[in-house]
């Protein structure tokens, strides 16, 4: 099944550069209805607004609710458990990995990455898409 690239995506990062990083990133992959949030309390926010999203793109690091929080209240959340979430962070240590595993993210991004790597990361999680 193709990927619908006119979805809903949510960038969630504490860094507006690293918002704007990611969200022209997506754009250059060809998805276009690309939300911001500046951290994991906006973003449920949004998530819960009635606008169903596609897949979140999370920072790990993060103030007030870090996305590891964003990650399980997501999944505890009937309405949005469903989400495909890639976790973004600058740390690959094991324990982080497992600890994002355990609250059931679909994938993770280590900084930096590029295009190709977010491309094949999503891919992984929804499905290919030219």
């Not at 918002?19 to 973003?43: C, M, P, W, Y």
């Not at 999203?53 to 920072?59: A, E, P, R």
């Amino acid at each position: 099944m193709a990927v619908d690239k006119a979805m809903r995506v949510l960038v969630v990062d504490d860094y507006q550069t690293m918002r704007k990083v990611v969200s022209h990133l997506l754009k250059k992959l060809g998805f276009q209805n690309i939300d911001e949030a500046a951290d994991g309390t906006e973003a449920l926010k949004i998530l819960r607004g009635g606008n169903p999203y596609g897949l979140i793109v999370s920072d790990w690091n993060m103030e007030p609710m870090t996305g590891l929080q964003l990650l399980r209240e997501v999944r505890a959340d009937a309405a949005l458990k469903k989400t495909p979430f890639i976790m973004v962070t600058a740390e690959s240590k094991a324990e982080n990995v497992i600890a994002a595993k355990e609250a059931g993210v679909s994938n993770y991004i280590v900084k930096p990455f590029n295009e190709v790597t977010l491309k094949s990361k999503m891919v992984s999680v929804l499905g290919d898409f030219e």
